[in-house]
């Protein structure tokens, strides 16, 4: 079993735009993205005949590409039958998340719009898995929570792009919250119950007085809790902005109002991918936690029922967070799904040659005189 190594380089570009209104403070503003790429080191020297895969990892609410970057060397063949190789694994931070956020800080405005960053993810790897080798290759999107609602939106707005989607407790339904004392307010309307706010709050602090009280705060008092010990000692490693006053205070790159409008929005654009889901075709992984309680069964029985090319995969005692909680088993999974989706793929990766302006113009005359003869339906003559 061969491990694979990568060399990594961290990119910024500009985000996708025109976004939703309110997204940003001023109607200029322009957001930024801060992604790292994962290039295979042994690229040069793999087999002709091996299939080539790139992946994107997408996180959820509240975390970063950093919650990932444990996969990182546990992305393996599962046996040598599989044959295939990962050329390029992307990272992505959210505009209002990790050094996204950083950047965009003062220019994020109330309305983050999932829709807008699955737009982004678009936008990144277009670029990144659409380059000139002569070799196809198989593309991968992996989300977890928002992620996974955002890679179904990616194959909705682009559905030519990605071959596999493995969606980890995606959220798409969510429970909706009483209006009481709010009539007349509309099924798409910002909405989020109180006491499920004011929890939230709780969860996500993002200023300390002190290193002590910030990484206490993270081990015991935050979603990370229960996270795997190397992934949580990442998070914390990353998160941290020491404080500009230069009183030993810390603060996170993630911001907590930036964090809680990511729940509080969820109303406002679910409707869309809803009512586009149908459309999506592509193999679909969907990994549930059997304990997790934060999406209703009514998420999982709506993907279930309406994607065209469903599997479901229960992980037993995982929760929401199973990503973070129990990465060993997650990773362990997204290598079957690849193995098994690489073995029965139709996609060949074998070499594809460059042609000659004129063998590109007779190809192109065969394929059009094939195309017409099964396109052209025969018509009864009239009658005189």
């Given at each position: ?6 060399n990594?380089?961290t990119k ?15 109607a ?7 992604y ?7 690229r040069?020297?793999r ?13 959820g609410s ?11 060397p546990r ?6 039958e599989s044959d295939?190789?990962i050329d ?5 931070d ?19 719009n999932?829709?807008?960053g699955a737009?982004?993810?678009?936008k ?7 380059g ?5 290759a198989?593309n991968?999107a992996i989300?977890?929570?928002?992620g996974?609602?955002?890679a179904?939106a990616?194959d909705v707005l682009?559905?030519?792009l ?9 959220v ?10 709010r009539?007349g307010?509309?099924?798409?309307a910002?909405?989020?119950?109180e006491?499920l706010?004011?929890?939230l709050?709780l969860?996500t ?8 009280e ?9 979603f ?6 190397q ?6 490693d ?7 006053d230069?009183?030993?205070?810390i ?9 809680l409008?990511?729940?509080?929005n969820m ?5 869309f ?9 592509k193999r ?9 309680n934060?999406?209703?069964?009514e ?11 469903y599997h ?7 929760s929401?967070?199973v990503n973070i909680?129990a990465p060993g ?5 997204i290598?079957?799904?690849i193995?098994?989706?690489?073995l029965?793929?139709p ?8 042609l000659?302006?004129e ?11 094939s195309f017409?003869?099964d396109?052209?339906v025969?018509?009864?003559?009239p009658?005189?």
């Open positions: 079993m061969k491990h694979n190594t990568f990594k380089e910024t570009c500009s985000a996708s735009w025109p976004r939703a209104s309110q997204s940003t403070l001023c200029t503003d322009r957001l930024e993205l801060v790292d790429v994962y290039t295979n080191a042994e040069q020297r087999s002709r005949t091996a299939t080539s895969l790139n992946l994107v990892f997408l996180h509240g975390m970063s590409k950093v919650v990932w970057e444990y996969y990182l992305l393996v063949a599962a046996d040598a295939y190789v390029k694994v992307v990272l992505i959210q505009v209002n998340h990790g050094e996204s956020g950083v950047r965009n800080r003062g220019k994020l405005g109330t309305n983050f999932w829709i807008d737009r982004d993810v678009l990144i790897v277009t670029c990144e898995f659409g000139n080798d002569s070799r196809p198989l991968v989300g977890h929570s928002m996974g609602f955002q179904l990616c682009q559905p030519n990605f071959h596999l989607l493995i969606l980890i407790e995606p798409v339904i969510t429970r909706k919250a009483s209006s009481t004392g009539s307010v509309p099924p798409d910002p909405q989020i119950p006491n706010y004011n929890s709050r969860k602090c993002d200023h300390f007085a002190n290193e002590s910030y990484v206490k705060y993270m081990r015991n008092g935050s990370f809790t229960n996270a795997h010990g992934i949580l000692q990442n998070i914390i990353f998160e941290r902005i020491k404080g500009f230069d009183d030993g205070s603060r996170t790159k993630m911001e907590q109002a930036q964090n409008l990511c729940y509080m109303q406002t654009f679910a409707s991918l809803i009512s586009n889901v149908k459309f999506v075709k679909t992984i969907h990994i549930v936690g059997s304990h997790s934060w999406c209703p069964p998420n999982q029985l709506f993907l279930q029922k309406t994607l065209q090319n479901l995969d229960v992980i037993s005692g995982g929401h967070l909680e088993l997650v990773v362990e999974r290598n079957h799904h193995h098994e989706f690489v029965t793929s996609l060949q990766s074998s070499h594809i040659p460059q000659t302006l063998e590109r113009m007779v190809k192109f005359s065969r394929a059009f005189d017409k003869n396109a052209l025969e018509t009864s003559k009658k005189l």
